[in-house]
């Protein structure tokens, strides 16, 4: 965006693109999904299970990838299992192996059918009923609603919005990567009142951003949740996804 620099490293397109059919540049100690943080005073907003599930998509959806792409050795990656495996102890009740949680979640598992082969098991799950949706478009939906909620949280309860354009730039991003009628005029309001919201915060460093501005912003979270929900409805068969980041 004009006048604000990014921060943290480049973004992984995911979209099905020439990208996928290039030489795969992924690597297992970096996370697939960027999720906005901000620095200052913040209250605990969701359960420690809800981000754990979360988390675990996110690194079965890497997982996936890599197994589609040949980029796991019959070794396995040690970095990657270790990372599943500690994320796997934080859910609750707690799973002690990924095919344990894969043979309770079989919608899960429908979802990365590659990670339920290298996790060990036996009999595939049953086909969906309706066509499940690619991964790369799910990896989408997570990061738009992921960071939505974090920014409508944060602009009501933060006292420092220094960080807010920052996270409006990373939505605009990652709106990008949905389909959806109302995306691109979604995407244009963010860009039209970005710098604004960028000088004010600059302004007001430290502080909070005036009340206008705040309610314009809560009023695009609101706006891209609807979105990522319209997207959602026309991916096919979501609903393991909703309910387990319930």
């Not at 907003?45 to 809800?50: G, Q, V």
């Not at 690194?59 to 396995?76: A, K, M, P, V």
């Not at 495996?85 to 009740?93: E, I, K, Y």
């Not at 409508?152 to 991003?173: A, E, F, G, V």
Request: proline share 7%; charged share 20%; with cysteine.
């Amino acid at each position: 965006a004009k006048g604000h620099r990014m921060l943290g490293p480049p973004l992984v397109d995911l979209s099905c693109g020439p990208l996928l059919c290039a030489p795969l540049r992924l690597r297992t100690d970096e996370p697939l999904f960027v999720v906005a943080t901000t620095r200052g005073t913040r209250r605990p907003t969701e359960s420690n299970t809800t981000a754990a599930r979360a988390g675990l998509l996110a690194l079965l959806t890497q997982l996936e990838l890599l197994l589609q792409h040949d980029r796991i050795s019959g070794g396995g990656s040690s970095s990657l299992d270790d990372r599943i495996a500690h994320t796997l102890r934080r859910l609750n009740p707690p799973r002690w192996t990924l095919q344990a949680f894969l043979r309770e979640e079989c919608a899960v598992a429908r979802m990365f059918p590659q990670a339920s082969a290298y996790a060990g098991l036996q009999q595939p799950p049953p086909a969906p009923r309706k066509s499940t949706p690619p991964v790369s478009a799910l990896a989408s939906l997570h990061q738009v609603v992921t960071l939505a909620r974090q920014l409508r949280t944060d602009i009501t309860l933060l006292t420092d919005h220094k960080y807010i354009p920052h996270q409006l730039s990373l939505l605009h991003q990652f709106l990008g990567h949905v389909q959806g009628g109302s995306v691109s005029t979604l995407r244009e309001r963010l860009a039209e009142r970005f710098d604004e919201v960028n000088a004010a915060a600059a302004k007001h460093d430290g502080l909070r951003l005036p009340t206008v501005l705040t309610e314009w912003v809560e009023g695009v979270c609101r706006d891209a949740l609807l979105v990522a929900q319209q997207a959602a409805t026309k991916m096919g068969d979501v609903r393991a996804v909703r309910e387990f980041l319930a």
